[in-house]
């Protein structure tokens, strides 16, 4: 199995940045990908980035592209995400989620993150 912790979430003003902060722990040799989802409020959870954990290549929803870094150290066993320009609609429960290989989809997650952007 795989642990992971979510650190980072907080309030910001609307342009602002946070830097989420996720560690793992366990059997981090077999992750494949990890990735940030985030679930506002009376909405569905959603794709926000992954990074391949061992290649590094990454993938960007198109509402983050452009103000949203994943990276990640797997020596750490960390992933982070810089975001930058804030919104008001980036406000959400932020987590932090593991993808085995040879799995078909994440099968572990943190237990989330708050961030809120005031307007």
């Known amino acids: 199995q795989v642990q992971l912790v979510e650190s980072g979430g907080g309030l910001v003003q609307t342009g602002g940045s946070l830097r989420l902060s996720c560690v793992a722990s366990?059997?981090?040799?077999?992750?494949?990908?990890m990735a940030w989802f985030r679930q506002a409020p009376g909405k569905e959870r959603e794709f926000v980035s992954r990074?391949?954990?061992?290649?590094?290549?990454?993938y960007y929803a198109d509402s983050v592209k452009g103000r949203f870094t994943i990276f990640s150290d797997n020596v750490k066993n960390m992933v982070w995400l810089q975001m930058n320009s804030l919104k008001p609609e980036d406000t959400a429960v932020y987590y932090c989620?593991?993808?085995?290989?040879?799995?078909?989809?994440?099968?572990?997650w943190g237990q989330g993150t708050q961030v809120t952007v005031s307007s």
């Open positions: 366990g059997r981090t040799l077999d992750i494949y990908l």
């Open positions: 990074v391949t954990w061992r290649g590094g290549n990454t």
């Open positions: 989620a593991s993808r085995t290989l040879g799995q078909r989809d994440y099968d572990y």
